[in-house]
């Protein structure tokens, strides 16, 4: 499937009491992009470390390139604390400020986003001036631009998060995102109209809102769909979300049925809570191999 697929923002470190691991959601998204088949790039920013040169060499293991990662001198590359004492609730200590903090716009990035297909960002790099800046001048140039809400307090502000859905076609949020979001408008208790005042708010073609052990539910071409959870024995949900969207993305794209791309994307997040860390091996075998499996009441 040759889709030009451009993820923007943060790559990191994840800090675990196990050691640390890597991460960030764009990354993150790519990399598992990557392991369904798809030929994503990453637009980021390291520093000239040896945690940098670390990042940089697991990219590429993972098959990826990285002639758009800048390299920078004046900041070191990021490192998130991330506390997994809930399995199903993970906290952040992101530090600021760091590399991907000072995302430079080029040529280079510019001519990229202007052949992508699509372009995917989250909130948490638009917390600093200079990327944010890069950012918004990349969507303006976008075609399908795919927002992953991802918020992690205290890195957002309502204006700055009102003008990222203003630009986006496709959002995908959870469901505790949805609330916040919703509240700031009417806040019905009804999730799928909560969805729709957004959807039709910020005109967005499609909505994507995930729920955790309970599935998902996405809004896309007036319809809704929903996919019920599958139940796995979860060693922590790093990279869940960010494996459900690079699975739902794919499907999308090459126009699988709305339903059966949303099911396939709840089974990839599913594979990848069994494992520890945000990018483990993601095999199709093991997500239809999970989907295969009967559902038990």
């Not at 790039?41 to 590429?60: M, P, T």
């Not at 991330?82 to 199903?88: E, L």
């Not at 208790?189 to 994507?208: H, I, K, V």
């Not at 955790?212 to 809704?224: D, S, W």
């Amino acid at each position: 499937m040759d889709h030009s697929i451009i993820c923007f923002g943060e790559m990191l470190w994840d800090v675990l009491p196990t050691g640390k691991q890597p991460g960030g959601a764009p990354m993150n998204v790519a990399v598992h992009l990557r392991n369904l088949g798809l030929q994503p790039r990453i637009v980021s920013r390291v520093g000239d470390d040896q945690l940098g040169q670390e990042l940089l060499a697991f990219v590429e293991t993972q098959g990826l390139s990285t002639d758009l990662i800048q390299r920078g001198h004046s900041h070191l590359t990021g490192v998130v604390k991330a506390n997994v004492g809930d399995r199903n609730e993970v906290v952040y200590k992101i530090v600021q400020p760091v590399a991907w903090d000072y995302i430079q716009y080029d040529e280079a990035t510019e001519a990229a986003v202007d052949q992508a297909d699509v372009f995917v960002y989250g909130s948490l790099a638009a917390r600093s001036p200079t990327t944010a800046d890069t950012l918004f001048r990349l969507l303006e140039r976008a075609p399908l631009r795919v927002f992953d809400v991802n918020l992690r307090a205290p890195h957002y502000d309502q204006p700055t998060l009102e003008r990222l859905l203003a630009t986006a076609d496709l959002v995908k949020l959870n469901h505790h995102e949805l609330d916040l979001l919703a509240g700031w408008y009417e806040a019905p208790e009804d999730l799928e109209m909560a969805m729709l005042n957004l959807a039709r708010r910020y005109a967005l073609q499609t909505l994507c809102v995930t729920c955790g052990e309970q599935g998902a539910v996405l809004y896309t071409g007036g319809e809704f769909f929903r996919s019920p959870g599958f139940p796995v024995e979860v060693k922590d949900t790093i990279g869940s979300g960010d494996s459900f969207l690079a699975a739902l993305l794919r499907g999308l794209l090459q126009h699988d049925a709305p339903a059966e791309a949303l099911r396939f994307a709840c089974a990839a997040g599913a594979v990848v809570a069994t494992h520890q860390g945000a990018t483990p091996p993601l095999r199709e075998h093991d997500i239809r191999a999970l989907m295969a499996q009967p559902v038990t009441l």
